[in-house]
């Protein structure tokens, strides 16, 4: 006799989640099925940095229109050897936001065959958060969530999968630097003008979460957070093999100012911090340096679920 759990598992399916972000075009192929967590198979991902080609008039630049149908085609030809059955595909807040960023989504189809879905920023906190809730579970209660990107900052707020409360902020960590900190390293008085601006837009948007009960739990997702938690945090011995990671503001606020006295090659020797995100890190430990202070969170769990999840997590919901 056939056991019930066979025909659960016999309709896994091998999904790709492709991210073109801010940041990184990534490729992350899971074998999926509903009641069970996605499994990763196979990852593919392209050092991208959009905000480096911006034009002065919110364009993308020629050269940055190539690298994206690059590193788009090349995730395209990973997902094929991959085996994958279905592809989510979408982009984020440098791509929604581009001037030509519909000519650049049609390039993408007619070049690779893939058709990117643009997220909106409310979209990417409400998915986040969906991620989230289903890696903390219920026992969490309400959650307030900060997931940082390259173009944006999301904040959610909620006691169920849907958050009460989801704003997206243009505090991304690649877009904080460019608009911030030119010079490489930042000076003082750079890192002090972001932190100004960080506060008051993060402190304009306060008041659509006061309406609600605050949080019991906060929770940080994305890999900036989790970069600055090795940096800066701890891990604490758990179900699993990396634990729970953690991160204080103090020790947070403690490694700002050293971070932004050392070069952007020199800090790949520390802990956490990967050539990809060495650019842009000091922005956005700013950023969540702040966001922690307006909402006066003084320490916060590190999710190692996020945007990519949420989607898959979506997708499974709706399998037959």
Do not use: C
Request: charged share 25%; proline share 5%.
């Amino acid at each position: 006799m056939q056991h019930p759990a066979s025909d659960r598992y016999a309709r896994f399916m091998r999904l790709g989640v492709l991210d073109v972000g801010s940041n990184t075009v990534h490729l992350l192929v899971v074998d999926a099925h509903p009641g069970a967590r996605p499994i990763p198979t196979a990852s593919n991902k392209s050092v991208l940095r959009l905000m480096r080609y911006l034009e002065p008039d919110g364009a993308i630049s020629s050269e940055g229109v190539q690298a994206v149908l690059s590193a788009v085609g090349e995730a395209a030809r990973a997902a094929r050897e991959a085996g994958i059955e279905e592809l989510l595909a979408f982009a984020t807040s440098a791509i929604r936001e581009a001037a030509n960023g519909e000519h650049l989504l049609d390039l993408v189809e007619r070049e690779t065959g893939i058709r990117l879905d643009v997220l909106s920023g409310e979209d990417e906190a409400r998915l986040t958060f969906l991620a989230v809730r289903r890696w903390y579970g219920w026992s969490a209660d309400r959650i307030l969530l900060f997931d940082i990107g390259g173009g944006s900052l999301e904040i959610a707020l909620g006691g169920d999968e849907v958050p009460d409360v989801a704003r997206s902020l243009p505090l991304g960590a690649g877009r904080s630097t460019i608009a911030f900190l030119p010079d490489d390293p930042p000076s003082v008085e750079q890192v002090g003008r972001l932190r100004e601006h960080a506060r008051r837009v993060i402190e304009g948007a306060l008041g659509d979460f006061r309406a609600y009960v605050g949080p019991d739990h906060v929770v940080g997702s994305s890999k900036t957070i989790r970069s600055l938690a090795r940096l800066a945090g701890w891990t604490e011995d758990g179900v699993g093999s990396s634990g729970r990671a953690m991160l204080k503001r103090k020790g947070l606020d403690d490694w700002i100012p050293r971070l932004a006295r050392i070069p952007a090659d020199a800090r790949p020797a520390l802990p956490g911090i990967t050539a990809d995100r060495t650019f842009q890190i000091v922005a956005g430990a700013v950023v969540l340096s702040e966001a922690m202070r307006v909402f006066d969170v003084d320490e916060l769990d590190v999710s190692p679920w996020a945007l990519r999840e949420g989607l898959i997590l979506r997708r499974l919901d709706h399998l037959d």
